[in-house]
């Protein structure tokens, strides 16, 4: 067992020692079938491996003619779609997130980023010099992704939300490789593999489960159908993402156990963590385009306090955010959302408008500067001396 489940990992067994067991097993675990495709890819030279990439992506089946054994077993294992993934199954989910775009941005950048990155994750972002020298972009980003997952037909062979997934996969797996090969860069015997698939479940455990959980707590109403189809979704795109099937839930009950007993196994948050969370809330007047100082204030102080509300004191104060009182934060939020439920019933014409305000503000902080989706991945470990990808 590494060192990374030293602090937790007796306490996990209490609660779930199956479950605290297998987490502990897959953060010595990357991504094999990726890994091995990268390996096999990027020595051929960038271009090479962006043009074999592309034409997989784009199903020409061509590009396998000639091009190593690696590509074709990546691609036929990731196009096996299971049998719950059907395309009627995700509808009430991307009906139930559109309906609830707004409170499920807080709860996605509030409370499921800072939660999912406040394990042993942030080592790499902290190492890499990610957040610090294209932070913005990677977060907006991240924003694309979630967005793309819930427009119709995206997790479709052909649909973004499928490519963007896949594209991480691939981006996690390079990542590995120079953190892997960098004599300085990862210790390997005390933190297990970088972005291993412990971690990726953990991650997308907040970001799903946990996001629905955020979401409902600040006011949005899901039925059972549209929160089972949700984590439909999600459950997907983490298959695509590689996180294999030994640990990847099944439900939300089960997403959220795998959180719980992951989070104990995780070492209390260090200075890595605590770079990781306040770069992130810190990062959102930026994302949002927002220049003027006094607004960014005001936006800074408001997006502590609700990130708070949702992650408890416990971890705020381990993060070092500021101080804040949420005793009243809640009530008025929700309070804020009764009025404007009531205003949109009484006043149809103003529903629609904010409704398709929220889906603007979402896509203005989503990444869609480029239409077209890159296959380039990093060409160097650390985030200064690498392009923008």
Known sequence: MTSIGASGYGKAR????????????????GDPLADAL??????????????????????NETVYRDAPRELADFFFEVERRPGWAGKEAF???????HQNSEFILRGFVGG???EGFSSNISRSFVITGQLREHGVWRL?????????????????RYGDGWKLSVRLRLMHAQLRRLLNSSPDGWDTASWGSPLSAAHMALAASAFSARCLRHARRLGARFSREESHSFMLVWLYAMHLMGIPDAILPGNEEEALNLFEIGSICEPPPDFESIIMANALVNAAPLVLGIVDEDEKRNLL????????LLIGDELADALQYPKHNTRWLLPGIRFQTILNKTADKLLPVRGHRRRFNNFVHLMSSSAYDDTDISYHVPDHLYGERLRRW
Do not use: C, K
Not at 140 to 156: A, I, K, S, T, Y
């Open 91 to 97: 509808e009430p989910g991307i009906r139930g997130f």
């Open 301 to 308: 102080r408001a997006a502590f306090a609700v990130s708070r």
């Open 38 to 59: 990268l390996d096999a890819l990027y020595p051929l030279g960038e271009a090479e491996f962006v043009r074999l990439i592309n034409g997989a992506m784009d199903q």
């Open 14 to 29: 209490l609660i779930d020692p199956s479950m605290a067991d297998n987490y502990i097993a897959h953060t010595v675990i």
């Open 140 to 156: 907006r980003q991240n924003n694309r992704h979630v967005v793309e997952l819930f427009v119709p037909d995206g997790l479709e």
């Open 112 to 114: 499921s980023l800072v």
